[in-house]
């Protein structure tokens, strides 16, 4: 059973940076790509950053490049995404998920049950 664990949410002020961890299982890092998602209320839920199984290659969304680095420790199981240089428009619920095949943002199999971000001064 894969089973996906955020953490690390919390208020920030604008500018400021958080770092959130999805920890996970080997076999989840093993066997799907694992990605990382936010939804603010009442929009749809929006990829983020994205790592794969086979290669370990990572990807940015266009919208956080620059500003948001997923990165992963396999030895800790756990996919990480190091957010800067926040904005109150990064507010919103921040989720992680699996997929099983390459990277991408749609048809995730699993998913954690997320963490709040709020960007406010």
């Known amino acids: 059973q894969v089973q996906l664990v955020e953490s690390g949410g919390g208020l920030v002020q604008p500018g400021g940076s958080l770092r959130l961890a999805c920890k996970t299982s080997r076999s989840t890092l093993d066997n799907y790509a694992v990605g990382w998602f936010r939804q603010a209320s009442g929009r749809e839920r929006e990829g983020v950053a994205c790592t794969e199984n086979r290669d370990r290659s990572i990807y940015h969304a266009d919208a956080v490049k620059g500003r948001f680095t997923l990165s992963r420790d396999d030895a800790e199981n756990t996919v990480y995404l190091q957010m800067d240089n926040l904005k109150p428009e990064d507010t919103g619920v921040y989720y992680c998920?699996?997929?099983?095949?390459?990277?991408?943002?749609?048809?995730?199999?699993?998913w954690g049950q997320g963490t709040q971000v709020t960007v406010s001064s």
């Open positions: 998920g699996a997929r099983a095949g390459p990277c991408g943002f749609v048809k995730y199999d699993f």
